[in-house]
């Protein structure tokens, strides 16, 4: 199988440190190997609403950018969520994007929980915080989520920077050097 990363840019400001975490990282990915970038930020979601306990918790078929978005995930052999740190988490973007992950659940004929175990998900993300121990619940968010639906835990890329161009991505493309996943999450 042919493998087709998908970068998610979680930022809510284009061209930041985080996203050029990731371009450094990918830029170690093999030629042959498959990339979609997506910027959340340009493919806005309506507020989620959870439908799980009205009527009969069947989910509408997405459409637009939601629908652009299930595709590209479904597609994807590997997600790298590029989240800056916001307030100890992954960023409004990232989240509501997640959350639709409920609803792709429950649409008939789509599978998504079953399509999405095997698949490995990666993370990377730009922080402030003095301990790096603050970045723990954003991995966590992502590495639960991941279990969740049986995906693969690829690892994580961390720099710190605050003011754009700050982050040091020198050590960037080894994030993808040995890919076999180090965590299976079952």
Do not use: C
Request: hydrophobic fraction near 45%; avoid cysteine; aromatic fraction near 10%.
């Amino acid at each position: 199988m042919a493998e087709r990363f998908l970068f998610l840019l979680g930022s809510s400001r284009a061209n930041g440190n985080t996203e050029a975490l990731a371009r450094s990282a990918a830029a170690g990915l093999a030629p042959d190997v498959e990339q979609t970038w997506l910027r959340l930020a340009e493919l806005p979601l309506a507020p989620f609403r959870d439908l799980r306990h009205e009527g009969s918790g069947v989910y509408p078929e997405p459409v637009g950018n939601e629908r652009e978005l299930l595709d590209a995930t479904l597609a994807a052999t590997d997600l790298v969520i590029a989240s800056p740190l916001y307030w100890y988490s992954v960023s409004t973007s990232v989240k509501l994007y997640l959350d639709y992950w409920s609803a792709w659940m429950r649409v008939p004929g789509v599978d998504f929980r079953e399509r999405m175990r095997g698949k490995t998900m990666w993370a990377v993300t730009a922080h402030t915080a003095d301990d790096v121990v603050d970045v723990d619940p954003l991995l966590g968010t992502l590495r639960l989520s991941a279990g969740y639906l049986g995906m693969s835990w690829g690892g994580e890329l961390l720099g710190y920077g605050s003011r754009p161009g700050e982050v040091d991505s020198g050590e960037a493309q080894r994030l993808f050097a040995a890919r076999a996943p180090l965590l299976a999450m079952d």
